[in-house]
């Protein structure tokens, strides 16, 4: 999709095909609804790690698998309000080449995202999560090279935020930035409910984004008075470039 030059854009690189949902769906619909083009890159479907229910079904193809978790991610994406392309490149393990870390080098240079989610740099639980964020972060500087690809637009440096893993204290992971989401919560909910393979969750994220809730709102300044009841963390990987401290 061609993005005009006034319109905000953020790309969200996202393991599997659930994952931007449960992690980053309340900070997709919110930017949408500022009138952003969010861009959802899923690398994989999920189809042998996190989709057991579907499996347990029984008479399951990795491809019936693949269709039904597409189906999901695009209802989900549609709900919040962006756009997704799904690169198929498998699971558990999930492994990149130089052709899909160019393929996504490409989805920089043509979304030219005003910010960048991803996962965290570490998950010892699920090692797809890591590789993804270091795709992430390594296409992005691909796009920000001259020599790739001379003569097309480079990328500037779009700020990288991590957004939150299942277990975060295992995975080194810690909220420097707290999304309000609460105007956009019902709509998130509603795309959790798109992932009828990992019904499990949809209370689990429902919890922690009451209690990230909490947290923004304990955090607000002193003259702000939103009532925050829902919130998503975020991990920022690079300094904020900043003339007021307020």
Request: proline content about 4%; overall charge negative.
């Amino acid at each position: 999709m061609s993005h005009s030059i006034t319109q905000k854009s953020a790309l969200v690189v996202s393991a599997h095909s659930a994952d931007f949902v449960w992690r980053a769906g309340g900070a997709i619909a919110l930017h949408a609804s500022q009138g952003y083009q969010v861009h959802i890159v899923c690398l994989s479907f999920g189809e042998r790690g996190e989709s057991a229910k579907l499996w347990r079904l029984g008479e399951m193809t990795e491809e019936k698998v693949k269709a039904k978790r597409r189906e999901e991610a695009q209802a989900a994406a549609e709900i919040l309000g962006a756009d997704i392309e799904f690169f198929d490149m498998g699971d558990y393990p999930l492994r990149a080449d130089k052709e899909n870390l160019f393929r996504l080098a490409d989805v920089y240079r043509r979304i030219q995202p005003h910010f960048v989610l991803t996962h965290s740099m570490q998950d010892p639980y699920n090692y797809d999560h890591p590789l993804a964020s270091n795709l992430a972060q390594e296409a992005r500087i691909i796009a920000q090279a001259e020599g790739y690809r001379p003569g097309e637009k480079v990328v500037a440096a779009p700020p990288v935020y991590c957004f939150e893993p299942h277990q975060p204290e295992q995975c080194n992971w810690k909220p420097d930035v707290l999304l309000d989401i609460t105007s956009v919560w019902d709509k998130k909910y509603q795309a959790i409910q798109c992932m009828q393979g990992q019904e499990h969750l949809w209370e689990y994220y429902t919890r922690v984004a009451l209690q990230r809730g909490v947290q923004a709102k304990r955090n607000i300044g002193i003259t702000e008075a939103r009532n925050i009841t829902h919130a998503e963390g975020l991990q920022s990987i690079f300094p904020r470039v900043t003339e007021n401290l307020s």
